[in-house]
C-alpha cells in the first residue's frame, strides 16, 4: 500500500516510469515524485518514513 508522504492520503499511483525510476502522482494534494510512504496492510497503525 503506497501513500503520500504529503497528506498521507491512499489516492496515490505510478504515473511514469523515468530514467529516475517511477513517478507517483498523488490525487488529493497533487504531490508529485518519485518519494512515497509504503505501508503494510497488516501494519497499518504503524507509520513507516523514509
Ligand atoms: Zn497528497
Do not use: H, N, T
Not at 523515468?18 to 512515497?36: E, H, I, M, P, S
Amino acid at each position: 500500500m503506497l501513500r503520500c508522504p504529503k497528506c498521507r492520503s491512499k489516492e496515490i499511483y505510478p504515473v511514469a516510469g523515468g530514467y529516475a525510476g517511477w513517478l507517483y502522482r498523488c490525487k488529493k494534494c497533487g504531490y508529485q515524485g518519485a518519494l512515497v510512504l509504503e505501508y503494510d496492510e497488516k501494519e497499518s497503525g504503524d507509520e513507516r518514513r523514509w
